[in-house]
């Protein structure tokens, strides 16, 4: 390893990293607007200018120089002052002086590097250059008279997201960030521009001049729209969300949050379930508490416990998941279902989990897709299975209607057939998995939510063995679900107990009048047409289908509002926090379930948050591991069977519009419009 | 400040580009210089092909590069901004590329782009004003598509241009009395014993 002196001091330094990094490791700040970890090294800022030693007599930028043995390297003197002053000086020559009405202010990274290192006057009476903006889709704004040209943006759409839209036309003086064909991006990633940005060219759209970011107060949290459980940062005013942000997080989502995740939370504001409602004379009637709880336990009680069922919803926490379990099991009830899809698990921990985590796939050495569409299931972990294909030296194979995946695939076929094919070995792709010392197979629920979901498994379960894919250096089964609470349910067991009805049986049942009482905790995926008559009890956050059919109404806290572990499709569990109250009458979900249970005489034994945390511990062991992939119980599973020639389609056929937040949300509905008009232009 | 590259949206677009026969065996031969995998790097050459085919770059012609060399549109754009010898807009038949940079103009090149900005019709003859064109030993210097016209003066750039007018292919290179830059009037030194 080298050895490097950094102002004056001596550090040893891992091999093959860049000057620049060294500084970082010796706690040295170096200036950069360039450069970012993540991203291809670019060196065009030059605002990293240290001096070293040997080397020429002239600053260097640290990001593109490596470090070498016996190097001195130094980052105070005047010479490296007098370089950085001068860097900053030509970088804002063009830059307009209008940071009280940019977006950028008091978050921005040239503001903050004038500042510390820039000329305290400007030297300036030329007219600045004007640049036209750009049309990007509906969630970047554009300023490029801000523009700086670190080209972060097109690195990032190149390298990451995929999307070899953004380049730069021109040169000196005309150069310009650009798709050059007016149109939007077709990435799910493109908020991530808005935090690479260092200036104030690229700004949220839907968050411009809503908020100062000093005015806002910060909560670190999970996201829940889709099962990666990115790490989110909720930033909110008094109690209204004004924006998220990723948190860095190498183990799930690196840096990167969906569009989804971002700009999903204008729905947070839209259809919401303020105060309890009744339906009376089949009209829904705004009541208080006691009148809900009151009809509730007017039907439920007397009535025979295989009578009543419950469906829980995607985005529901742990603690009101483990509330419902207790609740159904005190009224003898054993229809409890967590997979409004259908989707054929219910197996150990190890048949239901991402296995081999998302760092896993920096591992794998050949990847298959089952029934999926990593892009639109969860873009930020598709992004990683693209960083792997940059890398080199991994064949990605999928069976399925996947289509463009932002990296090429090797299209084995659509339907069940071509997966039996592979298991027997008939396909060439079978000895690169074969051959691979990591391989990784990926199933979807496009795979498991289906009639013969069982029996795919059961071929996805023969194939991980032939491979010898689960060993005790690594397990290549990973199953990626689309919904944020699923793992959660599962670990918890909210499967039908014995003699109990899944979802399609406990709709079947409603319509054969078997079931009497139907208990929606935030389930919105289902058929509610298929109800029949039963009694609904919808509780949630979202005046949605589920609300469109209830008897009865509880208002619920939405993800942002409350307390709440979350189990990711890895089987991390990781812990939400609340960012503000749920409004009106709404309450945290686990306390009113507390409160029905008492009403309908069937207390529940907790009255504390942290009761409720103990009692998820003792239902199952994960949950006292937080931030934590605990490894799956593996074991056999699947029911082998007759399969269908349906093609295996992806779970989500609208990234946009998933669940009830994101169907209230009114900047979804614009990502939509817009992609459909890219749809239609090609 | 003149803006050298955007795309400007009133630029006359068509509505399809492909190669002739002809220039498609060019093309290929480009390709070839590459290793298979490493076709972009005929990009350049690439372009300039479509442009000598087309006499100017539309975006049709930018498209099907990429296409042709399986990189992504807006690489090609980038390019194709880049070099200020791509040429963005239609050009006329004749593009006079008039130098006026400092030996060019101490030897009257203000002249000779009266001439040319006077013959410029937008058919014919377009004219462009450049930087160096590195022939200063014979200033001032007049790039008419693929040649040189050398130590012009206005009488002669008129004459240069009524030629090409007339259909007719002036011969290149200095219009005074001289072989290429030898001294004008025949040689001067080492012609004794």
């Known amino acids: ?682 | 400040m003149a803006m050298i590259t955007a795309d400007p949206k009133d630029v006359p677009q068509v509505a399809s580009f492909s190669f002739t026969p002809e220039y498609m065996a060019k093309v290929e031969e480009q390709i070839a210089h590459y290793p298979p995998g490493r076709q972009a790097s005929a990009v350049i050459a690439v372009l300039d092909l479509a442009q000598r085919q087309q006499g100017w770059l539309p975006r049709a012609a930018m498209n099907e590069v990429a296409r042709l060399l399986e990189m992504a549109p807006i690489r090609v754009y980038e390019i194709a901004t880049f070099y200020t010898m791509f040429q963005l807009r239609p050009k006329g038949k004749y593009l006079l590329q008039v130098c006026t940079t400092t030996p060019c103009w101490l030897r009257g090149s203000e002249a000779v782009m009266k001439a040319c900005q006077h013959a410029a019709d937008g058919e014919t003859f377009s004219v462009q004003e450049v930087e160096c064109l590195g022939g200063c030993v014979n200033a001032p210097v007049v790039q008419i598509n693929d040649d040189f016209y050398e130590d012009l003066d206005e009488a002669s750039m008129n004459k240069v241009l009524d030629a090409l007018r007339r259909g007719e292919t002036p011969k290149a290179g200095p219009q005074v009395d001289r072989q290429t830059s030898a001294p004008q009037g025949g040689l001067t030194t080492l012609k004794g014993e």
Request: charged share 25%; glycine share 10%.
């Open chain 1, 1 to 682: 390893m080298p050895k490097v002196k950094i102002d004056g001091v001596e550090l040893e330094v891992p091999a093959g990293i860049t000057v620049l990094q060294a500084c970082e490791l010796a706690g040295v700040e170096i200036p950069r607007f360039c450069y970012h970890d993540r991203l291809s090294i670019a060196g065009n800022c030059r605002m990293c200018l240290v001096e070293v030693k040997p080397g020429p007599p002239k600053p260097q930028a640290s990001c593109a120089l490596p470090v070498a043995d016996k190097q001195e390297i130094f980052t105070q003197t005047p010479t490296v002052q007098k370089a950085r002053k001068g860097v900053m000086e030509f970088l804002l020559i063009n830059h307009p002086l209008d940071c009280p009405i940019c977006d950028q202010g008091g978050e921005c990274d040239l503001q903050d590097q004038a500042m510390a290192y820039g000329f305290d006057r400007s030297r300036y009476h030329e007219n600045k250059r004007a640049v036209p903006d750009k049309e990007l889709g509906p969630l970047v704004k554009t300023s490029m008279n801000r523009c700086i040209h670190c080209t972060r943006c097109i690195r990032f759409a190149t390298e990451v997201a995929g999307v070899e839209q953004l380049g730069a036309t021109g040169r000196g003086e005309s150069m310009e960030v650009t798709t050059y064909v007016e149109q939007a991006l077709s990435t799910e990633l493109a908020g991530n521009l808005v935090d690479l940005c260092p200036v104030g060219a690229l700004t949220s759209k839907p968050y411009a001049f809503e908020a100062r970011p000093w005015e806002l107060t910060k909560t670190e949290s999970v996201d829940v729209l889709d099962a990666l459980g990115s790490n989110i940062r909720i930033d909110t005013r008094g109690a209204q969300v004004m924006r998220v942000l990723p948190r860095l997080n190498d183990d799930v989502n690196e840096e990167w949050i969906s569009d989804k995740t971002r700009h999903a939370i204008d729905g947070l504001r839209h259809q919401r379930l303020d105060r309890p409602y009744v339906r009376t004379k089949g009209k829904l009637v705004e009541a208080t508490w006691d009148q809900a709880f009151a009809a509730i336990a007017a039907k439920l009680t007397g009535l025979d416990g295989s009578k009543i069922a419950a469906i829980v919803g995607d985005q529901c926490d742990a603690e009101s998941m483990v509330a419902l379990k207790d609740l159904m099991a005190s009224l003898g009830s054993p229809n409890v279902d967590c997979r409004q899809d259908g989707a054929k698990l219910d197996g150990p921990r190890g048949s239901y989990i991402f296995n081999a985590g998302v760092r896993g796939i920096d591992q794998a050495d050949a990847i298959l897709l089952i029934g999926t569409n990593p892009r639109v299931e969860s873009p930020v972990l598709n992004a990683r299975i693209r960083k792997r294909y940059v890398h080199g030296k991994c064949p990605i194979g999928s069976i399925g209607t996947a289509e463009d995946l932002t990296y090429p695939v090797e299209r084995l076929g659509a339907g069940p057939a071509t997966l039996r094919e592979l298991v027997d070995g008939k396909l060439g792709f079978f000895d690169k998995l074969k051959n691979a010392k990591h391989p990784l197979i990926v199933v979807g629920m496009g795979a498991l939510a289906r009639e013969d979901g069982a029996a795919v498994l059961a071929m996805a379960y023969e194939l991980v063995g032939k491979l010898n894919a689960v060993r005790d250096d690594w397990n290549g089964f990973a199953v990626l679900h689309t919904a944020a609470a699923r793992v959660g349910g599962l670990d918890l067991g909210l499967v039908p107990g014995e003699g109990g009805r899944d979802v399609a049986g406990i709709l079947e049942g409603c319509q054969k009048k078997e079931i009497e009482a139907v208990f929606l905790l935030a389930a919105d995926e289902i058929d509610t047409t298929k109800l029949g008559k039963a009694f609904v009890i919808y509780q949630g956050h979202h005046g949605d289908a589920g609300a469109h059919r209830a008897d009865v109404i509880l208002p619920g806290a939405a993800y942002t509002e409350k307390p709440g572990i979350y189990v990711n499709t890895e089987g991390r569990v990781q812990v939400g926090r609340r960012a503000g109250y749920p409004p009106g009458d709404a309450r945290e979900d686990w306390a009113i379930l507390r409160a029905l249970s008492e009403r309908l005489g069937k207390t529940l034994p907790y009255d504390t948050l942290h009761q409720v945390r103990a009692r998820l511990v003792a239902v199952n062991k994960v949950f006292a591991a937080i931030d934590q992939q605990a490894p799956g119980a593996w074991g056999t599973f699947g029911k082998p069977g007759a399969t269908t020639d349906a093609p295996l389609k992806s779970a989500v056929p609208n990234f946009y519009m998933t669940c009830p937040i994101s169907r209230a949300s009114k900047t979804m509905s614009d990502c939509m419009a817009s992609r459909s008009h890219l749809m239609a232009a090609e």
